[in-house]
């Protein structure tokens, strides 16, 4: 992959609307790449788009969401460049874990592109309910915690009586005894606190998409030069090799340019798929 249009981006300045600390993940990694300055924004509450707790629902998509970040932060910098991530969790294989679906976008208003970088893997989100503080403790220590921060709250998932940020032993106490005492049942809901300063698993991810949008923008459109020219979808079709059948399984990608949509399409190197994966052959 050529350089060069990552190379368009040397010295420049990105705002960064947060409040949970992603700055550490992200300004790094493009300092790097380069040099280029990440600039927190701050004074604009992003918990008022919306939180993993529910109080406080999304409006829209995830994608919706972190582009009405990036230019509410260009919109409070004066800068042109924004940064902006925004994360989700859904059940993983066989509702054995949980995964975490981080993007990270780059908005340029100057060449008016939008890339976005993305990372779909294993995250820490869990929860238990309780009725001691002893069954609170050996729930606190499957989640993670202290190095993992904590939500409490009375009763069930459903109650607004919400303590946030729970990272230490004696903050987990103090909100038990609360949360308990305000409980209609006796039960005390635990659950991962999702957001990325007081979720180090979760800021790994947000690392891990931010490299997967500077990957992106180093790629540059072989029909009008802009960054951003990648992988939008794998199409399916690949044959079975035994019965010829054109199974759901990639056989090429498509890949696109954001600024003027041109689109390649490439062959992957692997020409036939296993019976077994064949839903002809092993229906």
Same mark, same amino acid.
Do not use: N, Y
């Given at each position: 992959m050529s350089r060069d249009a990552l190379a368009a981006y040397s010295g420049a300045r990105f705002s960064l609307l947060t409040q949970h600390g992603k700055e550490q993940a992200i300004g790094p990694l493009f300092q790097e790449a380069c040099g280029a300055s990440v600039q927190l924004v701050q004074g604009f509450d992003t918990d008022s788009l919306g939180t993993?707790?529910?109080d406080i629902p999304r409006d829209g998509s995830q994608l919706e969401a972190?582009?009405?970040? $990036?230019?509410? /932060?260009?919109?409070? =910098? /004066?800068? =042109?460049? /924004?940064?902006?991530s925004e994360g989700s969790f859904g059940p993983g294989p066989f509702g054995l874990y949980a995964m975490n679906l981080e993007?990270?976008?780059?908005?340029?208003?100057t060449r008016r592109i939008e890339i976005v970088g993305r990372a779909r893997v294993p995250g820490r989100h869990s929860h238990a309910r309780v009725t001691t503080l002893g069954e609170l403790q050996d729930a606190a220590?499957?989640? /993670?915690?202290?190095e993992h921060g904590l939500v409490i709250r009375p009763t069930d998932e459903t109650d607004l009586r919400i303590r946030k940020g729970v990272r230490?032993?004696? %903050?987990?106490? !103090? $909100?038990? $005894?609360? $949360?308990?005492? !305000? %409980?209609t049942t006796g039960i005390v809901f635990v659950e991962n606190d999702l957001r990325a300063h007081c979720n180090p698993t979760r800021m790994e991810n947000i690392v891990a998409a931010t490299q997967d949008l500077l990957g992106r923008m180093r790629c540059q459109c072989p029909a009008c030069g802009s960054p951003g020219f990648g992988l939008v979808a794998r199409l399916p079709g690949l044959p079975c090799r035994d019965c010829g059948f054109a199974t759901q399984e990639a056989r090429a990608e498509k890949l696109e340019c954001v600024a003027c949509r041109h689109e390649q399409v490439r062959d992957l190197p692997v020409r036939h798929v296993d019976p077994?994966? @064949?839903?002809? @052959?092993n229906p």
């Open positions: 993993f707790t529910m972190v582009r009405k970040k $990036a230019r509410i /932060g260009m919109e409070i =910098s /004066g800068l =042109s460049l /924004g940064l902006a993007l990270v976008i780059m908005v340029d208003a220590r499957r989640l /993670g915690f202290p230490s032993w004696d %903050s987990l106490t !103090q $909100a038990f $005894a609360e $949360a308990h005492e !305000q %409980s077994f994966r @064949c839903e002809q @052959c």
